[in-house]
């Protein structure tokens, strides 16, 4: 059995991810473009909405013609037209005169806010009362309130939601440059590991964690690729990487939680081409038996067995180096703040992860820790997030409030 | 202008839900089903893992055969054979023996517990030294663990995250039955909306809100079908509601923010096939003007015209019921609380939902209030999150610890 030669914390694999490099981009319409990351830094080519627009339906005035109009002492306006939607007005606003406006309207030349209807009396078809006073600028936004030309939108490494695809679409941006989808290999293995469609023999299991791992690549905005189950031999393993490896932008070899076999998948990972084993082993629980390797300026993940530790290894550490792969500028993501339900033990030197499930109950919301063993899968189905105690903590008692990472 | 004669608050309108009808279902690859949601209730059709199960390197023993063994006083055990991966050991183990094991093996007939290999020392080619006391089921699993047969595993109802994608494929279900994802035409509306490919002239806008709400609707799991934009007409809007009923689950209307737009919007919403409007006005801002129709078993909505309001209110009223139609039973997603950066304002009788950017800060996380009218979109790309101000609530106190919908 090889040692773990060198054992790291998450902080220093976290680090790890300027020695890779990020992946390439394209052009794509922006009805594709939801959640994905932008490769480019995007100006307002003119500005939004373009014209002084009323937010509410009333009279465009100058608001110099209200000043000091009252319930008991009205302004009296001259009605000079009637704003038609989506057009220019053919005629401007002076002092002492209003025009019909409807909400999205055009102010016309020399009106700079809008009364709303509710605060008028027609008198007749030509002559209203107002009774409020008005500021310059009420009721409308101006010609570059949204965005002035040239200024900067949105910059590169923004992951798209849906305001930023309603921003780009509101300059006009019809086709916007995204990060490519990183590809990432799956390599299962394991000579006991059978497809989810054979049924198992006695001492065969189903493939569980290449379905696990390219759902969650999938949540990740990435795309999986898989390689099937390649049984517990030196060169199959061999091939098996180095083809992962040039087909895609990252690679996770899955399965392989013996000894034996962590041994066999470090042997490969070492005499990949330019191949350089960054670590292996990493102080956390469950997780530790994790390691990589650096091909190139590609990763390539030796993940353990267990579903569940590969999960957490997943969300903690290759989640981030797939985000930075990808050209995505990290987000705030703020945890949520539970009670802790009962006392949790743990060991100072490592990161302990704990799968809670959330419970609404007596007005707060506790984490409740689930019981299992970490090759057990339903202990994830049941858990709404993960809590991690700190590498200094022999553990955390009952009432604590803790941070959970929803999952 | 037709006076809002129902306005319902939020509460009222989540529990119209019940009236309308959940979409249909389909089979699919387990590969395709991650965020869908399960149609059936699935039991397991076998005993998870199958086998009694090693999660350590070591010896397959009796534990009994190593009571009281320690470092000062081994119990020596002999080594009757090796457990190959995948297969079923050709074996049994007594009292007194052990076979070679590594994890994911499948323990022999009469091995109840694994010894760890650090634990022992070879003493020669048939003989071990054992150096621990062992537990009945220390590092194993046993048969039906992870699911015993005829268990139920996931039910209906139940989003697939990864993990539940794990649990499907370590049970052999290769195609599932998910609901379809519901199908939401988008009818944008106004005389001054033109397409994002145009270049606007003056008084014109682009069209903004069908590309937010087609981006908020994928977000939610379901499938965006746009109409483009029709111009302020009965008869067009009427034609144009009819068809996106026919060929959807469910309607959205986006535009109109004027009240004569609005009037139309209702209009053509009354005299649609076995219409029934069930409200229209929500004590929310943004977001006020919302109206909702009952088409059939289906759901129409009116939405404001503003694309801030339509953001909110897909947010907080539509996502609800597509969640309702789309068969899925709502999860915990609890908020993130946050310290509010300054004083907020607010009116009784309505519920403000204020649009905050949070910081990391000081050691705390802060919310920070975007300035700004509803109508700007760069407002929704500045924010993080959404706070409520609750109904009978004057305002927020800067320091107020506040729950923030991530968004």
Known sequence: MKEFFQVLDIDAVLALKEQFECVGH?????????????????????????????????????????????????????????????????????????????????????????????????????????????????????????????????????????????????????RVAVYNRPRVGIVSTGDEVVPCEA???????????THTLAALIREAGAEPVTYGIVGDRYEALYAAFQRALKENDMVLVSGGSSVGMRDLTLDALESLDQSRVLFHGVSIRPGKPTMLARCGGKAIWGLPGHVTSAMVVFMVLVNPLLVHIGGQRPRIRPPVKACLSRNLASVQGRVDFVRVRLDDRDGRLWAEPILGQSGLIRTMVAADGLVAIDVNSEGLDQGTMVDVTLI
Chains 1, 2 share one sequence.
């Open 26 to 174: 394209a052009k794509i319409d922006l009805n594709e473009a939801r959640g994905r990351v932008l490769a480019e830094d995007v100006a307002a080519p003119a500005d939004i909405p373009g014209f002084n627009r009323a937010t509410m339906d009333g009279y465009a005035v100058r608001a110099a013609s209200t000043f000091g109009a009252s319930e008991g002492s009205p302004a009296y306006l001259e009605v000079v037209g009637s704003v038609t939607m989506g057009e220019l007005p053919g005629f401007s606003v002076n002092r002492g005169q209003a025009a019909r406006i409807a909400t999205g309207g055009m102010l016309p030349d020399g009106a700079d806010s809008v009364v709303m209807v509710e605060h008028t009396d027609s008198l007749d078809t030509h002559t209203i009362e107002v009774y409020r006073s008005l500021a310059p600028g009420q009721n409308m936004v101006s010609k570059d309130e949204d965005a002035a030309k040239g200024q900067l939108l949105l910059s590169k490494g923004c992951r798209l939601r849906p305001q930023e695809i309603g921003l780009l679409s509101a300059v006009g941006c019809c």
């Open 199 to 209: 049924t198992p023999a006695p001492g065969q299991i189903r493939d569980i964690n």
